[in-house]
């Protein structure tokens, strides 16, 4: 019991820190003063410091995608095995958006940990999202579902800008904010999300015919 305490209490700190100051500003050193433990117990339980990120963005994200699947599983048992592409699309980056966005969430510390992750991707946080696809799959394969005459190519590219918008609107949150002067309402979790879906999905229905395609590449 003693040695899971101990291992919290180096995660709980981590995460504090990393959410407030950074990667590349928290030193081990660091993180043991503040859990109030030895560097032993660092190396004993994670290794390294691009192991305890690690097991910290894991964490974070398997609860996100989670929720994804289970908004994804909920749509297409609605629909039969096959749900509307705005409800995929939504299930896709809601549960992203969610969790870093709006007043409450922005104060908490996993929030800010993995709005942190988005703007700074160090390499253990890159090699994890270039490895764990498989729920992304899923995805496709849903948005395959409502959209059976989309070539896969298409299917791919509209995941990835959906992800793509996702995190930018994370990441430069605060800019956006200045930029629109407070237009753009970024407490409106919900209508962000709806913002972001309706772009991603007028991407997938609304492809050029193979003549203006050809006109453009003229």
Not at 89 to 96: E, S
Not at 110 to 127: G, L, N, T
Not at 138 to 156: H, K, N, Q, T
Request: charged fraction near 25%.
């Amino acid at each position: 019991m003693a040695t899971d305490r101990t291992r919290t209490a180096i995660l709980n700190a981590a995460e504090r820190l990393y959410a407030e100051r950074g990667f590349s500003d928290v030193t081990l050193r660091d993180i043991v003063a503040e859990a109030n433990v030895n560097l032993a117990a660092v190396n004993y339980h994670f290794g390294s410091k691009d192991e305890l990120i690690a097991e910290l963005f894991v964490t974070r994200s398997i609860a996100t995608n989670r929720e994804r699947l289970s908004e994804l599983k909920a749509v297409e048992d609605a629909g039969g095995g096959r749900a509307p592409i705005e409800s995929v699309m939504r299930a896709l980056v809601g549960p992203t958006l969610r969790g870093c966005l709006g007043p409450d969430r922005q104060r908490s510390t996993a929030a800010r940990f993995m709005i942190r992750a988005s703007i700074e991707a160090v390499p253990p946080i890159r090699k994890i999202r270039n490895r764990e696809i498989s729920h992304l799959r899923r995805f496709a394969a849903a948005m395959r579902r409502s959209l059976p005459g989309c070539p896969d190519v298409d299917i791919y590219w509209g995941l990835h800008f959906a992800l793509a918008m996702a995190h930018q609107t994370i990441r430069d949150s605060e800019r956006l904010d200045k930029l629109s002067e407070g237009l753009c309402d970024l407490n409106d979790v919900d209508g962000i999300i709806n913002r972001v879906v309706t772009a991603s999905v007028l991407a997938l229905t609304q492809r050029p015919s193979a003549a203006t395609a050809r006109a453009q590449r003229a």
